[in-house]
């Protein structure tokens, strides 16, 4: 059983690790919505580094809006990115008080 199944909002997190890692800056702390459940992988991190006997860990597909990744820019409402996150970088997203 995963712990996210689409539809449901994330956050992703901000874990300071150094060297190889898939998560770019400009997504970190913002929020999404998983889009779909991709399966279970060896941790690439993990893997950049040689070490190929840790645990297998849940990867999805997360949808961000970009008028949230670039406020500054000029988008569509509908415009997305899509992005592969593997499961411990992300966190229930916490609805903010002032959402519609």
């Not at 992703?12 to 999404?32: D, E, N, Q």
């Not at 993990?46 to 809006?65: C, E, H, P, S």
């Amino acid at each position: 059983m995963t712990r996210f199944c689409a539809g449901d909002r994330v956050q992703v997190l901000a874990l300071g690790k150094a060297g190889h890692v898939r998560i770019p800056h400009y997504i970190r702390r913002k929020a999404g919505e998983i889009v779909g459940y991709c399966g279970t992988y060896l941790n690439p991190e993990d893997l950049a580094v040689g070490n190929t006997g840790g645990k297998a860990v849940d990867l999805y597909r997360v949808a961000f809006a970009q008028t949230t990744l670039w406020p500054n820019d000029v988008h569509a409402p509908q415009d997305r990115l899509i992005i592969e996150i593997y499961d411990h970088w992300l966190a229930p997203a916490q609805e903010s008080s002032h959402a519609p």
